[in-house]
């Protein structure tokens, strides 16, 4: 991330709460596989994010998922789909749409199926939260200028505490990814290590 300093005003503080959820956004093949045009540069995000998920099972603590899907003819991508005329490959049960293996939900961790960037967005994810008494969403996942800005925004907008945990997001761009951390930061999240995540869902004990 960028050193620059943050303007007066901004990057102001979040405390995490004692009932986080962890959150994986939309860790799918289409990211990672060399022929997608989402592919990213490298897998370092789901090496990093699959260490998060043993820290957050081993305490007992909630773990969801998003995936992006369509129907026929991706009707309900509306113009996000005329706009990124690629999402037309996540159209049904595509193998680009399937988990990542490291990563893949457990028989009893909820699967979000979402057609936008926000996993908020025409979701039950944050009546899903709140059901649990969630008070912060760990986030992870791709790729950082889109589907985690905008479901880390969506997040403190619906009360929650984001927290965006730096090595377990990715983005197609160095820079791009770097400069979404940084306004995440001062604006919108708290940007942490994976050290400091995996310290965090540590110390929390069983949530049940």
Same mark, same amino acid.
Do not use: N, W
């Given at each position: 991330?960028?050193?620059?300093? $943050? ?17 994986v956004v ?9 022929? /997608?045009?989402?592919? #990213?540069?490298?897998?370092?995000? =789901? ?15 909630? &773990?969801?998922?998003?995936? &992006? ?6 009707? %309900?991508g509306g113009? $996000? =789909? ?9 159209? *049904?049960?595509?193998? #680009?749409?399937?988990?990542?293996? +490291?990563? @893949? ?31 912060? =969403?760990?986030?992870? *996942?791709?790729?950082? /200028? ?7 925004? %969506?997040? #403190?907008?619906? *009360? ?25 930061? +001062?604006?919108? @999240?708290? &940007?942490? /290590? ?7 869902? /540590?110390?929390l004990g069983?949530?049940?």
């Open positions: 991330m960028t050193d620059l300093p $943050f303007a007066d005003g901004f990057a102001g503080s979040l405390t995490p709460g004692a009932r986080p959820a962890v959150l939309d860790m799918m093949r289409a990211y990672f596989e060399p022929e /997608s045009p989402f592919c #990213l540069p490298d897998d370092g995000c =789901v090496r990093a994010a699959s260490e998060v998920l043993v820290a957050a099972r081993a305490e007992g603590v909630p &773990v969801l998922h998003t995936l &992006v899907r369509y129907g026929p003819d991706a009707v %309900d113009v $996000f =789909v005329r706009k990124v005329p690629a999402l037309r490959l996540l159209i *049904g049960e595509s193998e #680009l749409g399937q988990p990542m293996p +490291a990563v @893949a939900p457990l028989p009893r961790e909820p699967v979000v199926v979402k057609q936008y960037a926000s996993a908020f967005f025409g979701t039950s994810l944050a009546s899903t939260l709140q059901s649990l008494r969630i008070d912060t =969403v760990v986030i992870l *996942g791709v790729s950082t /200028s889109g589907c985690i800005r905008a479901t880390a925004v %969506d997040a #403190l907008q619906h *009360g929650f505490v984001p927290l965006v945990v730096r090595e377990a997001v990715g983005d197609r761009e160095p820079a791009v990814h770097d400069a979404s951390l940084y306004d995440l930061q +001062a604006k919108y @999240a708290e &940007v942490i /290590s994976l050290t400091d995540t995996t310290a965090y869902l /540590s110390g069983d949530l049940a």
